[in-house]
């Protein structure tokens, strides 16, 4: 970056020793292009600290993800499929199993969910609704009614 600065700073005093301004039409084009490169090294310039600052500020964030994700999950079983397992706040909570009529899998909803209001529980793999607790009562495929 340094390079470019000094590179077109040179360009600049040679454009001033020359009098390149004074030269006619071409003087002036000459040497507004050159103005021109300037105010670019200089964007440039501030658009590779303003990266310099976003990855820092990535790797805090990365860094925090980890964190979090250390805490929230439970690296010492090994029998979950990739190597960590949700801690359970309320292991006494009773789940209620319910088959998507949209893309036929199952999904398993806390049941404590059923009771309260404002409640839309959809499916977790195509997004259909599959309880709405203002209807109070599970949506259903047409054939199933």
Do not use: W
């Amino acid at each position: 970056m340094a390079d470019l600065r000094r590179r077109i700073s040179h360009l600049q005093s040679l454009t001033e020793r020359y009098q390149i301004k004074d030269g006619g039409r071409e003087g002036r084009l000459l040497a507004e292009m050159v103005e021109v490169l300037r105010e670019m090294a200089l964007d440039v310039e501030e658009v590779s600290s303003s990266q310099v600052e976003l990855e820092e500020y990535l790797e805090e964030v990365d860094s925090d993800l980890m964190s979090l994700e250390e805490d929230v999950y439970d690296e010492d079983d090994d029998d979950e499929e990739d190597g960590f397992q949700p801690k359970v706040e309320n292991e006494d909570a009773e789940y209620i199993e319910l088959e998507c009529p949209q893309c036929e899998l199952d999904s398993f909803y806390n049941s404590d969910l059923f009771d309260r209001t404002g409640v839309q529980l959809t499916c977790p793999h195509c997004g259909n609704i599959l309880f709405d607790s203002d209807e109070d009562c599970l949506v259903m495929d047409d054939e199933e009614l």
